[in-house]
């Protein structure tokens, strides 16, 4: 059985631990941003100037979905109109 002491001096994670998830979290993290960066060059290479328009609303409808971004967060006007 452990004492006050002892558990209190143990760490409960591990620097090398730490390190190995942060480069884990990291390298993921640049690897969706990369494959994403991809898919949208692929996109823009493939379709037409005029089927890019409804890429992008597509784009960015799966984006707010996504992100649990309100419906109305991207259509802010002035007050004048």
């Known amino acids: 059985m452990h004492s006050a002491a002892t558990t209190a001096a143990t760490p409960a994670i ?3 631990t730490l390190g190995s998830q ?5 390298f993921g993290f640049g690897a969706a941003q990369a494959l ?16 890019f328009g409804v890429a992008a609303a597509l784009t ?5 979905l996504r992100r649990g971004v309100p419906g109305d ?9």
Not at 22 to 26: E, R
Not at 60 to 64: A, V
Request: hydrophobic content about 45%; cysteine-free.
């Open 22 to 26: 942060t480069a884990i979290l990291t």
């Open 36 to 51: 994403s960066f991809l898919r949208n060059a692929a996109l823009g290479h493939l379709l037409s100037v005029g089927d």
């Open 60 to 64: 960015i409808t799966l984006h707010r």
């Open 14 to 16: 591990g620097l090398r």
């Open 73 to 81: 967060a991207l259509h802010r006007q002035a007050d004048a109109g």
